[in-house]
C-alpha cells in the first residue's frame, strides 16, 4: 500500500468520525427539542383543562326572561 492511499484511507475515516459526530449532535438537538414541545403541550393542556373548570364552577346566573304581552285583537 503506497502512502497515498494510506493518506486517501485515513481522510475517508476522518470524514465519516466527523458526519458521525454531527449526526449524534443533531440527534441530541432533535430529542431535545422533541422534548420540550411535549412538555409545553402538556403544560398548555393543563393549563387549558383548569380554565375549562374554572368556566363551569362559575356559571353566570340564568338571566330572567321577560314575557311578552299577547297582542290585543281588535273587534
Not at 440527534?27 to 403541550?41: D, N
Request: hydrophobic share 30%; proline share 4%; no cysteine.
Amino acid at each position: 500500500m503506497t502512502s497515498d492511499q494510506s493518506r486517501q484511507r485515513a481522510e475517508k475515516n476522518f470524514k465519516q468520525e466527523g458526519r458521525a459526530r454531527d449526526h449524534r449532535k443533531a440527534m441530541t438537538e432533535y430529542e431535545a427539542q422533541a422534548l420540550a414541545v411535549r412538555e409545553k403541550t402538556a403544560r398548555l393542556k393543563e393549563l387549558r383543562l383548569a380554565k375549562e373548570a374554572q368556566a363551569l364552577n362559575e356559571l353566570p346566573p340564568a338571566k330572567p326572561t321577560k314575557r311578552r304581552r299577547a297582542a290585543r285583537r281588535e273587534k
